[in-house]
């Protein structure tokens, strides 16, 4: 194992799981229980479907969401630089003003 990665053992969807990786504990049980309710939402809103169909809805639900996230930092991410050179802008008059 790589320096800085831990072994965090969970159980989802009633089976056991080792996740090794290098966030905190905490992360990863948060990380755990999300994906777990995930599964058991799923499996109640689509009775019979089996755990690998479940896990990939889950996936993709999670791929949907950051891709989602990613849109919108890169939007907020816009808006910064926007607002960064009006500033610089609205410095420059001020300092021409003077």
Excluded: F, W
């Excluded at 290098?22 to 755990?32: G, K, W, Y």
């Excluded at 990613?70 to 001020?94: F, G, N």
Aim: no cysteine.
């Amino acid at each position: 194992m790589s320096k800085g990665k831990i072994r965090y053992k969970t159980t989802i969807a009633g089976r056991p799981y080792t996740i090794i990786g290098a966030r905190p504990e905490e992360h990863m049980r948060s990380v755990s229980k999300m994906v777990n309710e995930q599964m058991q939402q799923i499996e109640s809103l689509s009775k019979g479907l089996d755990p690998e169909r479940r896990a990939v809805l889950v996936a993709v639900n999670a791929v949907s969401d950051q891709i989602e996230m990613q849109i919108k930092l890169e939007d907020m991410q816009k808006r910064v630089e926007e607002l960064e050179k009006k500033l610089e802008k609205d410095q420059e008059m001020k300092t021409s003003d003077n």
